[in-house]
T-cell receptor, first 111, second 114 residues
Framework: GEDVEQSLFLSVREGDSSVINCTYTDSSSTYLYWYKQEPGAGLQLLTYIFSNMDMKQDQRLTVLLNKKDKHLSLRIADTQTGDSAIYFCAEAFYGNNRLAFGKGNQVVVIP | NAGVMQNPRHLVRRRGQEARLRCSPMKGHSHVYWYRQLPEEGLKFMVYLQKENIIDESGMPKERFSAEFPKEGPSILRIQQVVRGDSAAYFC????????????FGPGTRLLVL
């Protein structure tokens, strides 16, 4: 089934690292995504990882995937005030075009 | 290259009226997806369309909701006889091809039903 769970709120000081977690229940997912949503805006694709990978690094972003535990995390290094937003993880399934989203994790960066 | 465009950005309707939401995909993209975000929730898939075809409408409510993506012009999500529970943000996404292609999202239309 399509059931993606995320924790709800994280506050972090500017310059520190922040880690956002996501769990999912469907092992048939192909790609897993992280999207960022700023207030009143649409979703901005941050990064994605293919399900046969364990880790992907993209500048300040590191994605870790633990398929055994169905756990996905996003680490943001040197967090900036512009990183304040809601972060959604989403999964896509082979042969299925829909994305299943978590409820989102609000990150507040304290200057 | 313009991104996915949606209009209007905000729409207010009274109960019983019709709401029409428009989505223009990114240039070169022929696949469109509609998602709904209820307050404090994640996005829920509604429908997936290609030009002139509905491919997957398994997330659409059975009544009052319809979607189209004509050969010419934007994709339209139409909600007839709106009720207060339809108040939400409606997001459109597009991709160049279908399965597993990354979806790029528009800014959304925020519908408020009074």
């Amino acid at each position: 089934g399509e059931d993606v769970e995320q924790s709800l709120f994280l506050s972090v000081r500017e310059g520190d690292s922040s880690v956002i977690n996501c769990t999912y229940t469907d092992s048939s997912s192909t790609y897993l995504y992280w999207y960022k949503q700023e207030p009143g805006a649409g979703l901005q694709l941050l990064t994605y990882i293919f399900s046969n990978m364990d880790m992907k690094q993209d500048q300040r972003l590191t994605v870790l995937l633990n398929k055994k535990d169905k756990h996905l995390s996003l680490r943001i290094a040197d967090t900036q005030t512009g990183d304040s937003a809601i972060y959604f993880c989403a999964e896509a399934f082979y042969g299925n075009n829909r994305l299943a989203f978590g409820k989102g994790n609000q990150v507040v960066v304290i200057p | 290259n313009a991104g996915v465009m949606q209009n209007p950005r905000h729409l207010v309707r009274r109960r019983g009226q019709e709401a029409r939401l428009r989505c223009s995909p990114m240039k070169g993209h022929s696949h469109v997806y509609w998602y709904r975000q209820l307050p404090e929730e994640g996005l829920k898939f509604m429908v997936y369309l290609q030009k002139e075809n509905i491919i997957d409408e398994s997330g659409m409510p059975k009544e009052r909701f319809s979607a189209e993506f004509p050969k010419e012009g934007p994709s339209i999500l139409r909600i007839q006889q709106v009720v207060r529970g339809d108040s939400a943000a409606y997001f459109c996404a597009s991709s160049p091809q279908g399965t597993t292609e990354t979806q790029y999202f528009g800014p959304g239309t925020r519908l408020l039903v009074l």
